[in-house]
């Protein structure tokens, strides 16, 4: 081969690798776009939610506490449901040492919590300047239950949680977007 050629080769692997790295970027970015209904179910969820366990100082009492049994039971109930599965992830201090909330990650790239409702990551961060999230993409029961500094304990900002009321309002938002659609 003429060396007039390996310019001519060196562009079209670089463009050949390009195009791939498109490729995968575009993949990790596409993701359902939930409806119009579906994403009024999930508001509708979080407002029956700080409706049953209220607010201290404008902060929702599920997110002071129970916010890991919550993602627990909201993970279980939809992956069981729904083709497209989600994960617990944890809002990270910036040293790894306190874990600020636990929520789960939608398929698409936001998160939810009972008492926030779906959040972007970046405001979610906002929440807890420095802190970062970390996507649980195996579950792990052992972490979950460090991370929410024991499942099985008292709450006492948030006295009346409830894991039977919380999967039956669970379970009414996920039918409803079963019934809209939502697969």
């Known amino acids: 081969m ?5 310019p001519l080769i060196l562009l079209l692997l670089i463009g050949l690798v390009c195009s791939c790295a498109r490729t995968v970027v575009e993949r990790q970015g596409a993701g359902t776009k939930l409806d119009p209904q579906t994403i009024a179910a999930l508001n509708r969820l979080r407002d029956d939610v ?3 366990y209220g607010y201290r100082e404008g902060v929702p009492r599920v997110n002071l506490g129970p916010c ?5 039971a909201f ?3 939809w992956n069981t449901r729904f083709s497209e599965k989600i994960n617990i992830a944890f809002v990270m201090s910036e040293d790894n040492g306190m874990c600020h909330h ?7 790239g936001s998160y939810f919590d009972g008492g926030n409702g779906m959040i972007t ?18 579950f792990d029961l052992k972490l979950l239950d460090k991370r929410s500094y024991g499942l ?6 948030c006295p009346n949680y409830s894991d039977e009321l919380t999967d039956k309002m669970i379970e009414r938002c ?3 977007m079963l019934e809209a659609g939502y697969r």
Do not use: C, D
């Open 50 to 52: 700080n409706a049953a």
């Open 75 to 77: 993970r279980e109930q």
């Open 152 to 157: 099985k304990r008292e709450y006492p900002v």
């Open 68 to 72: 890991g049994r919550f993602a627990k």
């Open 102 to 108: 636990v929520v789960v990650r939608l398929p698409y």
């Open 121 to 138: 990551g970046e405001k979610l961060t906002s929440l807890w300047p420095g802190s970062h999230i970390e996507e649980m993409t195996k």
């Open 2 to 6: 003429r060396r007039t050629h390996y």
């Open 174 to 176: 996920l039918t409803t």
